[in-house]
């Protein structure tokens, strides 16, 4: 796995995550992220629980069963539709900055 600074900025690009692992599950939440958890793991479970809305866990025996598999897309679809945050990309950040600066030099003249 990334360390974690690398994987929030990874996570933070994600209409949503889906996870067998808590880590991961508990960096994208703690970056905005609706996470899914997909996994036999109680704690994950908690954690996405107490998360708040937007995050959901659904049980692997079940969902390998196939009993699940319709949840899961809506899960996904709603949290698609949900309105993120845009995070800027490098090149869109760079330009700003370079803008910005054109501006105040500019001024300085």
Same mark, same amino acid.
């Given at each position: 796995?990334?360390?974690?600074?690398?994987?929030? /900025?990874? !996570?933070?690009?994600? $209409?949503? =995550?889906?996870?067998?692992?808590?880590?991961? &599950?508990? +960096? %994208?939440?703690?970056?905005?992220?609706?996470?899914?958890?997909?996994?036999?793991?109680?704690?994950?479970?908690?954690?996405?629980?107490?998360?708040?809305? /937007?995050? !959901?866990?659904?049980? $692997?025996? =079940?969902?390998?069963?196939?009993?699940?598999? &319709?949840? +899961? %897309?809506?899960?996904?679809?709603?949290?698609?539709?949900?309105?993120?945050?845009?995070?800027?990309?490098?090149?869109?950040?760079?330009?700003?900055?370079?803008?910005?600066?054109?501006?105040?030099?500019? =001024?300085?003249?």
């Amino acid at each position: 796995m990334l360390d974690p600074a690398t994987f929030k /900025g990874v !996570a933070s690009e994600l $209409a949503v =995550l889906v996870s067998a692992h808590r880590r991961a &599950a508990l +960096l %994208a939440v703690a970056v905005g992220r609706p996470t899914i958890g997909l996994g036999e793991s109680p704690a994950l479970a908690r954690a996405l629980e107490r998360a708040g809305s /937007g995050h !959901a866990f659904l049980d $692997a025996s =079940l969902f390998l069963r196939g009993s699940l598999v &319709a949840q +899961l %897309a809506d899960l996904i679809d709603s949290a698609i539709e949900t309105h993120r945050t845009p995070v800027l990309r490098v090149e869109e950040q760079r330009a700003s900055v370079r803008a910005g600066i054109r501006s105040l030099l500019e =001024l300085v003249d």
